[in-house]
T-cell receptor, first 111, second 114 residues
Framework: GESVGLHLPTLSVQEGDNSIINCAYS??????FIWYKQESGKGPQFIID?????DKRQGQRVTVLLNKTVKHLSLQIAATQPGDSAVYFC??????????FGPGTRLSVLP | DAGVIQSPRHEVTEMGQEVTLRCKPI?????LFWYRQTMMRGLELLIY????????DSGMPEDRFSAKMPNASFSTLKIQPSEPRDSAVYFC????????????FGPGTRLTVL
């Protein structure tokens, strides 16, 4: 087995609080970004996306912010619930090239 | 609607054996992707197909790995011979178009090579 692995950043929040998950992307030419949620034992699931001509996009309880100047993406989850506990990945895409996934952040919702 | 279907969900095999992972993409999707996820490297793209044709296999780690897509509704990822370091979760994903379109992931196959 593997004795050394990725140390996933972990964010712990109280149920009902807002969560902010951050992601630094690598390619300044990337023009499309997706946030995925991965629950234990499941595949990644789409949450929200944003194109580079926008700096903010809102969904249901989620908001994605894009700062192209510093190549930073964030996912805000309002009123975090126990069901939000998962690993969250950002993925970037550069004009039709393949998606590159970040290492992920583990969100732990405390009761 | 059935999502992306993968089989088996779990596979335990011994070093040196051949392993075949299977994937059925979402009907109508023209792109299919194979990923590998490990704690060491995270989520890595192995290979992807467009309209059943392999487009980029630069992520395939070695000649021991091969992938095929004989038709629009079926793809396989084969490892022969398997090694313990191949132990990982293998995901298949499909999408309609490549750019500006989300990829739909299957539940994954957890492979353990002893």
């Amino acid at each position: 087995g593997e004795s050394v692995g990725l140390h996933l950043p972990t964010l712990s929040v109280q149920e009902g609080d807002n969560s902010i998950i951050n992601c630094a992307y690598s390619n300044s030419a990337s023009d499309y970004f997706i946030w995925y949620k991965q629950e234990s034992g499941k595949g990644p699931q789409f949450i929200i996306d944003i194109r580079s001509n926008m700096d903010k996009r809102q969904g249901q309880r989620v908001t994605v912010l894009l700062n192209k100047t510093v190549k930073h993406l964030s996912l805000q989850i309002a009123a975090t619930q126990p069901g939000d506990s998962a690993v969250y990945f950002c993925a970037e895409n550069n004009y039709g090239q393949n998606f590159v996934f970040g290492p992920g952040t583990r969100l732990s919702v405390l009761p | 609607d059935a999502g992306v279907i993968q089989s088996p969900r779990h596979e335990v095999t011994e070093m040196g054996q051949e392993v075949t992972l299977r994937c059925k993409p979402i009907s109508g999707h023209d792109y299919l992707f194979w990923y590998r996820q490990t704690m060491m490297r995270g989520l890595e793209l192995l290979i992807y197909f467009n309209n059943n044709v392999p487009i980029d296999d630069s992520g395939m780690p070695e000649d021991r790995f091969s992938a095929k897509m004989p038709n629009a509704s079926f793809s396989t990822l084969k490892i022969q011979p398997s090694e313990p370091r191949d132990s990982a979760v293998y995901f298949c994903a499909s999408s309609l178009g490549q750019t500006y379109n989300e990829q739909f992931f299957g539940p994954g196959t957890r492979l353990t090579v002893l």
